[in-house]
C-alpha cells in the first residue's frame, strides 16, 4: 500500500484495499481499491457480471474476500460474521426484497431495531426496568422511522399484501432501523417506475443529509445514479474501470465502451 493510500484510508469511513475474490476458478472481483468518504454518496456501477453484487455482498460480510481488506473507520471488518456487521454501523437493503412476508409493516422494521439492544433472553423474560424504558425508546423510534418513510397508513398491514414499490420502502426502513453510519442499497430503483425513481432519488438525499448517513449505492439506473452520486466506481469483469465524479465517469471512454461497445467489437 502507498503512503497516498494510507492517507486516503485514514480519512474514509469505509475503505476497499486490493479485494479479489475467486469462485472455483472464476475471478469474480480483481484487486479492487476505493474509499467512502463521511457524508458522501457513492454509486457503484457496472454491466452484468462486472462484479458489483459480489463486492456488495463482501461489504455486508455475505462473502469472504479470496485477498485484500475492507476497513471500516480504520478497522479491518473481516473478521466479523455477517449478523453481526450492523454493531459497527453498516446496514443493507436487498435486490430481492428480503422482508418477512406474514409480519407486519410495524414488526419487520423492530427487527432492524434488534441490532442495536444490549437484553438478553433472562432480562427480556423478566421485563427488567431497563429493557421496559429499551423497548420504549425502540417504539418509538420505529414509529418515527415509519412516519419519516410515509409508513404509517400501513403499519399494521402484512407485507405481502403490498405493493412493490412499498416492501422497497419497508425495507428501506427495516435498515434505517438499525441506525447505520453506512447505508448500502443494492438495486433500489428496481421496479420502480420513472415517477417513483425520482421520489427515490429525493428520498436518499434527504437521508444522505438529514440523517447523516454515508450511502452506498449499487444501481443499473444510470439516471438515478449520476444525479445524486458524489462519487462514482465503475467495474468491468471484476476490475475497476474509473473513479471520479458523475460527469468524469460518463465521459471516461472505457466506460463508454464497457455500456455501449466499440466498432471495433
Same mark, same amino acid.
Given at each position: ?17 486490493d ?13 479492487v ?7 458522501? =454518496? ?10 458489483k453484487?459480489? !463486492? *456488495?455482498?463482501? @461489504? +455486508?460480510? #455475505? ?5 485484500g ?12 460474521p455477517?449478523?453481526? =456487521? ?6 443493507r ?5 428480503? !422482508? *418477512?412476508?406474514? @409480519? +407486519?409493516? #410495524? ?27 429499551g ?31 412499498t ?28 415517477e ?63 455500456y455501449?461497445?466499440?466498432?471495433d467489437?
Open positions: 500500500m502507498t503512503q497516498t493510500e494510507l492517507v486516503q484510508g485514514q480519512d474514509a469511513l469505509l475503505a476497499v484495499r479485494v479479489s475474490v475467486v469462485f472455483g476458478g472464476i475471478v469474480a472481483l480483481n484487486g481499491s476505493f474509499d467512502m468518504r463521511r457524508g458522501h =454518496i457513492l454509486g457503484l456501477i457496472g454491466p452484468n457480471g462486472a462484479g453484487t459480489t !463486492l *456488495f455482498n463482501c @461489504l +455486508s460480510r #455475505l462473502y469472504q474476500p479470496s485477498s481488506d475492507i476497513l471500516m473507520e480504520g478497522a479491518s471488518i473481516l473478521s466479523r455477517p449478523h453481526r =456487521i450492523a454493531e459497527i454501523g453498516i446496514g437493503t436487498f435486490q430481492n426484497v428480503a !422482508l *418477512f412476508p406474514n @409480519l +407486519s409493516v #410495524l414488526d419487520n422494521v423492530r427487527v432492524g431495531t434488534h441490532a442495536r439492544t444490549t437484553s438478553g433472553v433472562i432480562s427480556d423474560a423478566l421485563k427488567l426496568g431497563w429493557v421496559r424504558r423497548e420504549a425508546a425502540m417504539n418509538k423510534k420505529v414509529h418515527e422511522i415509519l412516519a419519516y418513510l410515509d409508513l404509517e397508513d400501513v403499519a399494521h398491514t402484512t407485507v405481502a399484501g403490498l405493493p412493490f414499490g416492501q422497497k420502502r419497508v425495507e428501506l426502513a427495516r435498515a434505517l432501523a438499525t441506525e447505520p453510519k453506512i447505508l448500502l442499497l443494492d438495486e433500489p430503483a428496481g421496479g420502480l417506475n420513472h417513483e425513481v425520482h421520489v427515490l432519488g429525493d428520498l436518499i438525499r434527504r437521508i444522505r443529509s438529514e440523517r447523516k448517513m454515508t450511502v452506498l449505492l449499487v444501481e443499473h439506473h444510470m439516471g438515478l445514479v449520476m444525479s445524486i452520486a458524489d462519487h462514482v466506481v465503475a467495474l468491468n469483469f471484476g476490475r475497476k474501470l474509473a473513479e471520479g465524479t458523475p460527469s468524469q465517469v460518463q465521459a471516461d471512454p472505457d466506460v463508454i465502451r464497457a455501449l461497445g466499440s466498432k467489437q
